[in-house]
C-alpha cells in the first residue's frame, strides 16, 4: 500500500514538473516574441526617423526647384518678348534650361510621392507591430501571473495528498482505535469486574453452607464479600470514566480533569499542578471531550516516555479562545528524531501526537508542541470557542457576578 502510495506520488511529481515546464517553454516563447517585436518596432522607428529626414530635405529641393523653374519661365517670358535684344541661341538655352528644370520637379515630386508612400506603409507596420507587441507584454504579464498561481497550486498538490491520505488513515485508525478499545473492555471486564463477579458466585456459596456450620466464619466471609463488592464497583467506575467521563456532563471540564489527574497522582510517581480557570465555567460538551482527550492523551505519553517527576496543566479563556498547556519536566526528545514521527505514526499508543492534532483542527483550533532532548516538553493548545461556548461562558459569568 505505502509503495503504491509512493509510486502515485513520483508519477505525480513528474507530472507536475512536465508541468511546470511546458508552462515556463510556452512562457519564454511570447517573451521571445515580445522581445522581436520590440526590436522590430526601434528598426521602424529609426527608418521612419530616417524617411522623415530625407522626405524633409527633398520637400526643400522640390520648393527650390520649384522657385528656380518659376524664375526660368518668367525669363523665357521675357526673352520670347523681346527678339531683338536676344538671338535664337539665347532663346534655345533659356527654354532648355526652363524645360531640364521641369523635368527635374515633376522627377523630385514623384520622389517624394514615393517617400510619403513608403512612410506610410512605416508607420502602417509600426502600428500594427505596436498592437502586436501591446499584445505579448499583456500575454506575457499575464501568463507570469497565472505561471505563479499555477505554480503554487501545483506544488501544494503533493501537500493535498498528503493530507487526504493522512485522513484516509486517520480514518482506519480510528476503525484500528475502536477495535482496541473494544478489545481493551473486553480485557478489563473480564480481568477485573467479571473476574470479581466469579469470585462473589463462589463467596455467596461458601457462605451459604457456613450458615448452618460456623456463623462466625461466615461473618468473616460476609466481610470479604463486602470488600470485593466495593473493589468490583471501583473497578467498574474505573472503566466507565475511561469510557466517557460522565462528570464531563454533570461536573464540567475543570472538575472531570481534578478528579483524573488526582487518580493519575495516586497510581504513578507524578506530581500534577493545575492552574484552570473556575470550574462553574462550562464551555459546549463537545469541546470539553475534545480538550480533556488531547491533554489525557498528553499525560498518557509522559506517563509512557517522559520519565517525568512533575508537570504542569495551565487552562484559561482569552478573548473567546481557550489557551491550555501541559508542561512536564521530562527526558523530552528531538522534534526532528525519527521518535516524533513514531509518535505521529501511532506506534506508542493512542492517537499519539497526530491525533491530538485533528482533534484540535477539528475544532478549528491548533496545538504547538516544543521538546528538546533532556528539557522537557511543553505542549500548547488553542481552541476558539465556538457560539454555544460562548454564550455558556458568558451566562456563567453573569450568574456568579449575580451572586
Known amino acids: 500500500m505505502d509503495s503504491c502510495n509512493s509510486n502515485r506520488l513520483v508519477q505525480m511529481d513528474q507530472i507536475v514538473q512536465k508541468t511546470i515546464d511546458a508552462i515556463e517553454k510556452g512562457k519564454r516563447e511570447i517573451f521571445e516574441i515580445a522581445e522581436d517585436s520590440r526590436r522590430e518596432c526601434r528598426d521602424l522607428e529609426s527608418r521612419l526617423a530616417e524617411l522623415n ?3 524633409a530635405k527633398t520637400i526643400e529641393e522640390v520648393d527650390e526647384l520649384e522657385r528656380l523653374e518659376k524664375a526660368s519661365r518668367y525669363k523665357l517670358m521675357l526673352i520670347s518678348k523681346d527678339f531683338k535684344n536676344y538671338n535664337e541661341e539665347d532663346i534655345r538655352e533659356a527654354y532648355e534650361a526652363t524645360k531640364d528644370l521641369q523635368v527635374q520637379v515633376i522627377l523630385y515630386r514623384k520622389q517624394e510621392e514615393q517617400l510619403r508612400a513608403q512612410r506610410l506603409d512605416i508607420e502602417k507596420q509600426l502600428r500594427r507591430m505596436y498592437q502586436t507587441l501591446e499584445r505579448a507584454e499583456y500575454i506575457t504579464s499575464h ?5 505563479n498561481y499555477l505554480k503554487i497550486a501545483l506544488t501544494n498538490i503533493d501537500d493535498t ?23 481493551r473492555v473486553a480485557r478489563d471486564i473480564h480481568d477485573g469486574p467479571a473476574q ?27 466481610h470479604d464479600l463486602r470488600k470485593l463488592v466495593r473493589s468490583s464497583l471501583q473497578e467498574i467506575r474505573r472503566i466507565i470514566f475511561d469510557l466517557r467521563p460522565m462528570s464531563l456532563d454533570d461536573l464540567g471540564l475543570i472538575a472531570t480533569l481534578k478528579d483524573y489527574t488526582n487518580r493519575l497522582m495516586d497510581e504513578t510517581d507524578i ?19 475534545a480538550i480533556f482527550r488531547i491533554i489525557q492523551e498528553a499525560l498518557n505519553n509522559v506517563i509512557r516516555h517522559a520519565k517525568a517527576t512533575q508537570v504542569f496543566i495551565n487552562l484559561k479563556i482569552v478573548e473567546d479562545t481557550l489557551i491550555g498547556s501541559v508542561i512536564d519536566n521530562g527526558i523530552g526528545f528531538d522534534m526532528e528524531n525519527q521518535r516524533l ?28 508542541i516544543k521538546s528538546q532532548p533532556d528539557k522537557g516538553t511543553t505542549l500548547r493548545l488553542e481552541i476558539p470557542l465556538n457560539a454555544l461556548g460562548k454564550e455558556r461562558v458568558h451566562e456563567y459569568d453573569q450568574g456568579n457576578d449575580s451572586r
Not at 275 to 280: A, F
Not at 343 to 363: S, V
Open 53 to 55: 529626414e530625407i522626405i
Open 143 to 147: 501568463v507570469a501571473s497565472a505561471m
Open 161 to 183: 495528498i498528503l493530507e487526504v491520505q493522512k485522513k484516509d488513515e486517520l480514518g482506519v485508525r480510528i476503525i484500528m482505535a475502536q477495535e482496541e478499545e473494544r478489545q
Open 196 to 222: 470479581s463477579l466469579t469470585n462473589l458466585s463462589l463467596k455467596t456459596e461458601i457462605i451459604e453452607k457456613l450458615l448452618g456450620i460456623d456463623l462466625d466464619q461466615a461473618r468473616n466471609e460476609i
Open 271 to 289: 506530581d500534577i499542578i493545575m492552574d484552570t480557570y473556575p470550574e462553574h465555567i462550562h464551555i459546549d460538551s463537545l469541546t470539553e471531550v
Open 341 to 368: 514521527k513514531q509518535l505521529e505514526d501511532n506506534k506508542l499508543g493512542g492517537f499519539g501526537i497526530y491525533g491530538m492534532r485533528q482533534r484540535a483542527e477539528l475544532l478549528k483550533g491548533r496545538l504547538i
